[in-house]
């Protein structure tokens, strides 16, 4: 993921429209709040199946980048492994910057 998308991230946390952590993600789904959640790359195979069966339950949108979980926290500036952009114009603009980065991670657009 680039330090463009990253920057970005920042951004949206700055904002106040960002999710931040498993649970908190997973209740931001629930709510019908989440438009688009990032994983890092390199999160735990139990976290990865806990985000992605509750994504596919709420049709959420997914991406697992290839960034670190370090990498993600200093971009949102708090530990991360996993973030939902909760707001629609947010999400919309990621997505846009991410399929312009598309061979860089893998976007689930199928959900």
Avoid at 45 to 65: F, G
Avoid at 95 to 105: R, S, Y
């Amino acid at each position: 993921m680039n330090s463009n998308v990253l920057g970005f991230l920042g951004l949206i946390r700055r904002a106040g429209k960002l999710t931040v952590g498993c649970d908190p993600v997973v209740s931001s789904m629930a709510d019908g709040k989440s438009k688009l959640v990032i994983m890092a790359g390199d999160i735990s195979n139990n976290t990865k199946s806990t985000i992605q069966k509750n994504a596919q339950r709420y049709s959420v949108h997914t991406v697992l980048s290839d960034c670190t979980k370090d990498e993600l926290s200093f971009a949102v500036g708090k530990l991360a492994a996993v973030v939902s952009i909760d707001d629609p114009n947010f999400a919309n603009s990621l997505k846009k910057k991410l399929t312009d980065v598309k061979e860089e991670c893998q976007y689930d657009d199928k959900i």
